[in-house]
């Protein structure tokens, strides 16, 4: 498993990468926003710091999510909210306040890579500490799958293969694409993964705290101020704030806009 560093202090830097090779990750170190960009093929995460002297972090990260669906942690000593909120907005994973634990980082670096098994884009490496510690891991109460069968089914919980549509729009599961009206609208992964939960029952309510369960995580360090972040988001790439219904002190629904039903 192959982790890009991208922070200027030499210090920090060599600190990350001591911690991380421990932990048995391998580490890739660049100085500048405009290098990383260029190492995103052969990773399998991004450390990625804020103060970079070429280009602000903030943009690095939105670059980053145009070209890849790698994984990125933001590390930064900007504490504000709205760096946090802006970061995560822009397709980062997570955001970690610097000073931090050794443990905590490495704890939510596993917990990224988690969550990003499921891109079919970004699969876990066989030699990931996260796919040594599923191969290790005791085994689920499901059945174990027959040598003969070629589909398992889907999984319950992530979305199905076959798309999923309500109006003119339509997700792919198997690409990971959005179409509206036909065309080809660009998400981030965790949009994708929101909007598939949406799709699966228009008209229901979901509620917050199973939207974070399932599409960030069951043990999601931050605010839940998140999903409001990246539900705007997607009102706003879906072309109408109908789509998407608050249900206030619940949670969220999707319904087809007036416009659409014309």
């Known amino acids: 498993m192959d982790v890009l560093i991208v922070e200027d202090d030499d210090g920090t830097a060599e600190a990350l990468e001591r911690t991380l090779s421990v932990h048995g990750y391998r580490t890739q170190r660049v100085g500048t926003g405009a290098e990383a960009l260029t190492r995103l093929a052969d990773v399998d995460l991004v450390l990625l710091d804020l103060g970079l002297p070429d280009l602000d972090g903030q943009e690095v990260c939105r670059r980053i999510r145009e070209l890849s669906c790698v994984p990125v942690i933001v590390l930064s000593g900007r504490t504000e909210e709205l760096d946090r909120v802006l970061a995560l907005h822009l397709g980062a994973d997570d955001f970690v306040a610097k000073p931090f634990s050794r443990q905590e980082l490495v704890a939510r670096i596993r917990a990224v890579l988690r969550r990003a098994a499921g891109c079919s884009r970004h699969p876990a490496g066989r030699d990931s500490p996260a796919a040594t510690n599923a191969a290790l891991a005791p085994p689920v109460a499901s059945a174990p799958a027959s040598p003969d069968t070629e589909d398992p089914g889907p999984d319950p919980h992530r979305p199905g293969q076959a798309p999923l549509r309500c109006g003119p729009v339509r997700l792919d599961p198997r690409t990971r694409k959005l179409f509206v009206d036909g065309a080809e609208v660009r998400v981030t992964r965790k949009e994708f993964d929101l909007l598939a939960m949406l799709l699966e029952e228009p008209g229901s309510v979901m509620e917050r705290q199973d939207i974070m369960c399932r599409v960030w995580d ?17 009102r706003s790439k879906l072309g109408h704030t109908e789509w998407i219904e608050t249900v206030r002190g619940v949670g969220y629904r999707l319904a087809l806009p007036t416009a659409a039903r014309a």
């Open 218 to 234: 069951e043990n999601w360090y931050g605010s839940t101020r998140t999903l409001d972040v990246h539900v705007g988001s997607l």
